[in-house]
């Protein structure tokens, strides 16, 4: 059974920082690339960035380049999204996914619950 448990959203000032995690079960850790996605109210869902199942190829959307940063620990079977100089913009829903596959490019079968991020100006 594929698990996926979000944490670490919460409301901050514009300007600050927050750190997502999301514990996978281990099968699913070792075996598949993993990605966040946020949803903004009214918004349909949107990529933010992935990691390859080994860990050596990232992807960050233009949203999230430079301000972002996706990782993975392989001990704890947790992938994380460091979010830096946050914006009202960056307000959504946080979702953490992951597909049966060496690479994060493609669909995503596995989706967590997600994690309310809130961004006050």
Not at 12 to 40: E, I, K
Not at 95 to 101: E, F, L, T, V
Request: proline share 2%; hydrophobic share 30%; aromatic share 10%.
């Amino acid at each position: 059974q594929v698990r996926l448990v979000e944490s670490g959203g919460g409301l901050v000032q514009a300007g600050g920082s927050l750190r997502l995690s999301c514990a996978a079960s281990r099968r699913t850790f070792s075996g598949n690339a993993m990605g966040w996605f946020r949803q903004a109210p009214g918004k349909e869902r949107e990529f933010v960035a992935a990691i390859s199942r080994s860990g050596d190829s990232t992807f960050h959307t233009d949203s999230a380049k430079g301000r972002f940063t996706i990782s993975k620990d392989n001990a704890k079977s947790t992938v994380y999204l460091q979010m830096n100089r946050l914006n009202p913009e960056d307000t959504a829903v946080y979702y953490c996914a992951s597909r049966d596959s060496v690479s994060w490019r493609g669909l995503y079968e596995y989706w967590g619950q997600g994690t309310q991020v809130t961004i006050s100006s």
